[in-house]
């Protein structure tokens, strides 16, 4: 008897703690990062992919009028949404010239690195094909 009020204190222990700790976890929203209102559309160099989760991040340098190169940090969505929308490790890589649909940080501050964020939409490459970034804009673009 006394065993089982034990298993039964640690499971809804267990239980209590997964509860409270779960917000920890969450993922963070696209209005509190990126701005529907600044739509971009960036022209440049890939110079980097990181294909990880929870975001793939494609770095793009962007020079502009004046000679100026700035990387932009580009959010897509994660791997395992890329790769449903037909995505590879190497569809996009180094040295790809191509152009970016996106929304602009809310933030305009360089990250640490000194990169812009911003949240990728769309991809066009050099040969005119597009596909999705998977941009979490989702509901927030009407």
């Known amino acids: ?3 089982n009020i034990r298993i039964a204190s640690l499971v809804a222990g267990a239980v209590l703690l997964t509860l409270t700790t779960r917000p920890v976890f969450a993922h963070h929203a696209f209005a509190a990062e990126f701005d529907s ?8 160099v890939v110079s980097q992919v990181k294909w990880q989760n929870p975001h793939v991040y494609v770095y793009l340098d962007v020079q502009d009028a004046d000679g100026k190169m ?3 940090a580009l959010e897509c969505n994660s791997v ?3 790769v449903h929308k037909g ?3 190497d569809a996009l890589k180094k040295g790809d010239k191509v152009v970016i649909s996106a929304f602009g940080p809310k933030d305009t501050r360089p990250l640490p690195d000194g990169s812009i964020h911003a949240n990728a939409r769309s991809i066009t490459f050099a040969d005119g094909h597009s596909v999705s970034a ?3 804009a989702g509901e927030a673009v009407k």
Do not use: A, I, Q
């Not at 209102?37 to 440049?44: H, Q």
């Open 70 to 72: 700035t990387t932009y």
């Open 80 to 82: 395992n949404t890329l």
């Open 37 to 44: 209102n600044k739509p971009m559309t960036l022209s440049g």
């Open 1 to 3: 008897m006394r065993s």
């Open 87 to 89: 995505w590879t490790r």
């Open 134 to 136: 998977g941009s979490s």
